[in-house]
């Protein structure tokens, strides 16, 4: 049985852990919460019986890093104005033109907001075009009978993925770019870490981060629900890194058992960081599709804004995780070129939503 085999069975095993995960992450959470508080309090003992202010050094030390790193972001995030929210609009088949009017009226409105956001470094007079373009379509949609509203549909349509896309599209840039450099960031700082408890922190620190990030380049966060839902996603993140290790440490020794000691040390850390690294993609694009959100929300369109969003982290997931294995790994990593290729696979699949009709990863 090949390295490649072994690797393909335990990627398999990782990932339906990972979407046992996803389906119970509250319960988990609240679980993670308290193993995490059991291990700062056996760190807290461990330095009380060396001295009792030690002790009490180590609470006043991670308070205040949980002030500096975490709280305060947090509390600018939650400071920013909250995004616009496209209206809640039926099913393409069953729109009438008023809803037509109602979809463009946002529209117009999205955009007009664009130069009051200090990232945004487009050009006014395109601005101004876009919502004129807006307007004269609203008009016609006004007067419009059913027979024209295919036409204007197809215009909104070209108005939204030509125009609007266009103006938006140095802050995607921005937000796209600062994703995958703290994604590779953590990787790269989880994976040299050797504490488990300091893995948590840098991926919480990190992650809050990041989510503040993406909301200040689109001047908005998304609403309560939304947020909460981001938040879940980096609180999961969190936890999953302080945890990581024993995962590690398992696939490190087989790998050893494979393909050689120096390969198994190295693929433990590997492991961590590339899975830390998946984890801060993901929750960064996810942050992006609800920060930058601008087209209609209707019962099928929400939901897929989200699983187009953990799509486009999971395809460039692999060339992140490559990266973090050529920063750490090198060219020590003696692992053979079909077993690196299965561990990519599997550890870049672990966060993708199957599309309707294809079977999930490793099933």
């Known amino acids: 049985m090949g390295p490649s085999l072994h690797l393909h069975d335990f990627g398999r095993v990782v990932g339906k852990l990972f979407r046992l995960i996803r389906t119970l992450s509250i319960g988990f959470i609240v679980v993670m919460v308290v193993l995490l508080g059991f291990r700062v309090a056996d760190v807290y003992r461990a330095a009380a019986s060396l001295n009792p202010w030690l002790g009490w050094a180590f609470l006043l030390a991670l308070g205040l890093a949980l002030y500096l790193f975490v709280a305060r972001p947090l509390v600018r995030f939650l400071r920013m104005p909250v995004v616009m929210k496209p209206p809640k609009l039926p099913e393409p088949a ?29 050009n006014v007079q395109e601005v101004e075009g876009a919502c004129a373009a807006c307007r004269t379509l609203r008009a016609a949609a006004e007067k419009a009978s059913l027979d024209d509203l295919p036409g204007l549909a197809a215009e909104l349509a070209d108005l939204e993925q030509g125009t609007v896309n266009r103006l938006l599209a140095p802050l995607d840039r921005k937000a796209s770019d600062a994703i995958r450099a703290e994604a590779l960031r953590v990787g790269l700082a989880t994976a040299v870490s050797p504490y488990g408890m300091l893995d948590a922190f840098l991926v919480l620190w990190r992650n809050v981060n990041l989510v503040t990030r993406v909301a200040t380049i689109y001047y908005g966060r998304p609403g309560t629900r939304g947020t909460l839902k981001v938040l879940r996603d980096v609180s999961m993140a969190t936890m999953l890194g302080a945890y990581l290790q024993d995962l590690g440490q398992i696939a490190g020794e087989t790998v050893g ?16 960081g590339c899975l830390n690294s998946v984890a801060t993609l993901r929750i960064g694009y996810v942050a992006k599709s609800r920060c930058r959100a601008f087209q209609a929300w209707t019962p099928k369109t929400a939901p897929q804004a989200a699983q187009a969003a953990i799509a486009e982290a999971a395809h460039l997931s ?46």
């Not at 058992?257 to 850390?269: E, N, W």
């Open 94 to 122: 069953e729109r009438k033109p008023h809803h037509l009017v109602k979809h463009l009226a946002f529209v117009e409105r999205y955009v007009a907001a664009l130069p009051s956001n200090p990232e945004w470094e487009g």
């Open 257 to 272: 058992a494979l393909v050689g000691k120096t390969a198994g040390f190295l693929t433990g850390p590997l492991m961590e």
């Open 318 to 363: 692999a060339g992140l995780v490559k990266d973090v294995v050529t920063t750490v790994g090198g060219g020590v990593l003696s692992l053979t070129g079909s077993a690196l290729s299965s561990l990519v696979d599997k550890v870049t699949a672990l966060f993708k939503r199957p599309a309707p009709g294809e079977a999930p990863a490793g099933a």
